[in-house]
C-alpha cells in the first residue's frame, strides 16, 4: 500500500462553503496516482452544483441502463488515457481481448470518415467553437458505444473519466437520442475538474487538441509513452487549487 498524507481544504463553490477531506500520495507520483483523489474532488463539485442548481421540480434523468450519452465522443485529459489503457491491461480474459477489439472496431469506423483528423485539422486552423461543437456531433452520429458500455450500463463506473462524472441532463432521457442545446438541459458546471486539469497538466504530446478522445487512447498511449514529471500528491494538489482560484 502506498503512504499517503491528509488534505483538508476549504473553499466556496457556488456561494457555498465546501469542505473536502481528501489524501495524496507521499511519494513523488506522475498525475495518475491522483485520479483517485480527483474523483472525489470532482464528484463534491458535481453534488455541489447538483444542490445549487436542480430544483425540487426537476431530477437528474441520467441512471443505469441509459446509455446514450455513452456513444458521444469522450475528451480525456493526456494523463487519463494512461488510467484508461492501464485498466484495459488489467482486464481478464476473454473480456480484455473482447474490449480491444471494440477500441479498434470503433477507431476503424471513425478513421473511415477521417473524423479525428478533421477534428485536428479544425482546431488547427482556428474553427469556432461552434463548428467543433458540430462536428462531434458527427460522432454521435455514426452510433459508436463506449467499449466499456455493457447492457447499456457504465461496467467501470466508479472510475470512469472526469469528463463523463460532469455530464448530467435534467431533459427526459429519450431526448438524448438527439443530443442538442434544443433537446437537452445540462447542468451548467462553472466548476470543472476535467477541464482544469486538461489545461493545467499536459505535456509536448498534446497541440492543437486539448483532449485525447477516449475512444482512440489505446492507440495513442501506444505512440505516446508517460512523460509526466514526478511530484508529490500535495504539491499536484496544490498546483489544482491554486490554478482553480487563479485560472
Same mark, same amino acid.
Given at each position: 500500500?502506498?503512504?499517503?498524507?491528509?488534505?483538508?481544504?476549504?473553499?466556496?463553490?457556488?456561494?457555498?462553503?465546501? +469542505?473536502?477531506?481528501?489524501?495524496?500520495?507521499?511519494?513523488?507520483?506522475?498525475?495518475?496516482?491522483?485520479?483517485?483523489?480527483?474523483?472525489?474532488?470532482?464528484?463534491?463539485?458535481?453534488?455541489?452544483?447538483?444542490?445549487?442548481?436542480?430544483?425540487?421540480?426537476?431530477?437528474?434523468?441520467?441512471?443505469?441502463?441509459?446509455?446514450?450519452?455513452?456513444?458521444?465522443?469522450?475528451?480525456?485529459?493526456?494523463?487519463?488515457?494512461?488510467?484508461?489503457?492501464?485498466?484495459?491491461?488489467?482486464?481478464?480474459?476473454?473480456?480484455?481481448?473482447?474490449?480491444?477489439?471494440?477500441?479498434?472496431?470503433?477507431?476503424?469506423?471513425?478513421?473511415?470518415?477521417?473524423?479525428?483528423?478533421?477534428?485536428?485539422?479544425?482546431?488547427?486552423?482556428?474553427?469556432?467553437?461552434?463548428?467543433?461543437?458540430?462536428?462531434?456531433?458527427?460522432?454521435?452520429?455514426?452510433?459508436?458505444?463506449?467499449?466499456?458500455?455493457?447492457?447499456?450500463?457504465?461496467?467501470?463506473?466508479?472510475?470512469?473519466?472526469?469528463?463523463?462524472?460532469?455530464?448530467?441532463?435534467?431533459?427526459?432521457? +429519450?431526448?438524448?437520442?438527439?443530443?442538442?442545446?434544443?433537446?437537452?438541459?445540462?447542468?451548467?458546471?462553472?466548476?470543472?475538474?476535467?477541464?482544469?486539469?486538461?489545461?493545467?497538466?499536459?505535456?509536448?504530446?498534446?497541440?492543437?487538441?486539448?483532449?485525447?478522445?477516449?475512444?482512440?487512447?489505446?492507440?495513442?498511449?501506444?505512440?505516446?509513452?508517460?512523460?509526466?514529471?514526478?511530484?508529490?500528491?500535495?504539491?499536484?494538489?496544490?498546483?489544482?487549487?491554486?490554478?482553480?482560484?487563479?485560472?
Amino acid at each position: 500500500m502506498s503512504k499517503t498524507t491528509p488534505a483538508n481544504i476549504k473553499l466556496t463553490l457556488y456561494g457555498k462553503p465546501v +469542505e473536502l477531506a481528501l489524501s495524496a500520495p507521499t511519494q513523488k507520483v506522475t498525475p495518475v496516482a491522483m485520479l483517485p483523489t480527483l474523483h472525489r474532488i470532482n464528484n463534491t463539485f458535481v453534488e455541489t452544483a447538483v444542490a445549487a442548481f436542480v430544483t425540487n421540480q426537476e431530477s437528474i434523468s441520467c441512471q443505469a441502463g441509459c446509455g446514450a450519452c455513452c456513444r458521444q465522443v469522450v475528451p480525456l485529459a493526456e494523463f487519463e488515457a494512461y488510467q484508461i489503457a492501464g485498466l484495459v491491461e488489467q482486464l481478464p480474459e476473454p473480456r480484455r481481448s473482447a474490449v480491444k477489439q471494440r477500441f479498434a472496431d470503433a477507431c476503424e469506423k471513425l478513421d473511415a470518415i477521417q473524423w479525428l483528423s478533421r477534428l485536428e485539422q479544425m482546431l488547427a486552423e482556428g474553427t469556432s467553437h461552434e463548428a467543433v461543437e458540430q462536428h462531434a456531433l458527427t460522432y454521435f452520429q455514426q452510433g459508436v458505444p463506449c467499449p466499456f458500455l455493457e447492457a447499456e450500463s457504465c461496467s467501470i463506473h466508479p472510475v470512469r473519466p472526469l469528463a463523463c462524472r460532469e455530464y448530467l441532463v435534467t431533459s427526459p432521457a +429519450e431526448h438524448c437520442q438527439n443530443p442538442t442545446p434544443e433537446h437537452v438541459r445540462h447542468i451548467e458546471l462553472k466548476f470543472q475538474v476535467s477541464k482544469i486539469v486538461r489545461k493545467l497538466w499536459r505535456t509536448n504530446h498534446i497541440k492543437d487538441l486539448d483532449s485525447v478522445p477516449m475512444i482512440y487512447a489505446l492507440q495513442w498511449v501506444k505512440k505516446h509513452p508517460n512523460q509526466f514529471p514526478k511530484k508529490r500528491g500535495e504539491d499536484w494538489l496544490r498546483e489544482f487549487f491554486n490554478y482553480m482560484a487563479n485560472p
